[in-house]
């Protein structure tokens, strides 16, 4: 069974900072990419960060020289550095992995809340 559990979400001002981090618990699996997602109210998820097994990472524009994705292999953690925050990145953070574990998969997190206040 696996599971992912996130935290580091919460309320910061315009220009603040905060750091989410993800763990994959359970055995027997190879994470092959890791990445977070957002989604704002009334608004699609979409693609925040993406890092793969190899260490390539992939940002929104909307994020690229703010944000900063970081994998932990041996402790299957994911973390994603938030500065320069703006009201426009609140919303419901998701972690995502990809993995094969008996077949290839997807797994997400139970979302974290980001809120940036003006």
């Known amino acids: 069974q696996v599971q992912l559990v996130e935290s580091g979400g919460g309320l910061v001002q315009t220009g603040g900072s905060l750091r989410l981090s993800c763990t994959a618990s359970?055995?027997?699996?190879?994470?092959?990419?890791l990445g977070w997602y957002r989604q704002a109210p009334g608004k699609q998820r979409e693609l925040v960060a993406q890092?793969?097994?190899?260490?390539?990472?992939n940002y929104a524009d909307s994020v690229k020289g703010r944000f900063t994705i970081s994998r932990d292999n041996d402790k299957n953690t994911v973390s994603l550095q938030m500065n320069s925050l703006k009201p426009e990145d609140s919303g419901v953070y998701y972690c995502?992995?990809?993995?094969?574990?008996?077949?290839?998969?997807?797994?997400w997190g139970q979302g974290t809340q980001v809120t940036v206040s003006s």
């Open positions: 995502n992995v990809r993995m094969y574990y008996g077949a290839y998969r997807t797994y």
């Open positions: 359970g055995s027997g699996f190879s994470i092959n990419a």
């Open positions: 890092i793969t097994s190899g260490g390539s990472t």
